[in-house]
């Protein structure tokens, strides 16, 4: 599914969740740090441990879904789960669908924030603005 293999590394005390005492800071406990199933996998080197929460069913199933709903940045949380739907012909689990439904319905000009957010994020744009519009209106019809 990956074009290619991606590390993501940094201090354990620095992901959001452990910080905000969301969940207690462990390799374990990772996996159920992050906002989508796709990313909830994480590996120990040194052990050869894999830690992981539904993410091999969410490839399987290529189904995307929320494991921790909690996000600080609810717009890049919606434009990621587009982009990784329209990139890998991913499905939207009900709770995904909610939770964009939720943001595009409470932001105040949801369509040029997720276009700002994603030349913030990415650097460039990864979708038209009416891409993403057509996105997200399927996910809700």
Same mark, same amino acid.
Request: aromatic share 12%.
């Given at each position: 599914?990956?074009?290619?293999?991606?590390?993501?590394?940094?201090?354990?005390?620095?992901?959001?969740? &452990?910080?905000?005492?969301?969940?207690?800071?462990?390799?374990?406990?990772?996996?159920?740090?992050?906002?989508?199933?796709?990313?909830?996998?994480?590996?120990? $080197?040194?052990?050869?441990?894999?830690?992981?929460?539904?993410? &091999?069913?969410?490839?399987?199933?290529?189904?995307?879904? $929320?494991?921790?709903?909690?996000?600080?940045?609810?717009?890049?949380?919606?434009?990621?789960?587009?982009?990784?739907?329209?990139?890998?012909?991913?499905? &939207?689990?009900?709770?995904?669908?909610?939770? $964009?439904?939720? &943001?595009?319905?409470?932001?105040?000009?949801?369509?040029?924030?997720?276009?700002?957010?994603? $030349?913030?994020?990415?650097?460039?744009?990864?979708?038209?603005?009416?891409?993403?519009?057509?996105?997200?209106?399927?996910?809700?019809?």
């Amino acid at each position: 599914m990956a074009d290619g293999v991606t590390l993501d590394i940094w201090a354990l005390g620095e992901t959001w969740a &452990f910080k905000e005492g969301l969940l207690k800071a462990s390799v374990g406990n990772l996996p159920r740090s992050v906002f989508l199933t796709i990313d909830a996998v994480a590996v120990s $080197i040194s052990s050869r441990t894999v830690y992981e929460y539904r993410f &091999f069913e969410s490839l399987a199933s290529k189904r995307l879904d $929320i494991v921790l709903a909690k996000n600080p940045f609810p717009a890049l949380a919606v434009l990621r789960s587009v982009v990784l739907r329209r990139r890998y012909d991913l499905k &939207f689990s009900k709770e995904l669908r909610d939770y $964009i439904s939720y &943001f595009w319905r409470n932001s105040k000009d949801p369509l040029t924030e997720l276009d700002e957010v994603q $030349i913030s994020h990415y650097g460039s744009r990864l979708l038209r603005k009416d891409d993403l519009e057509e996105e997200i209106e399927s996910c809700l019809a």
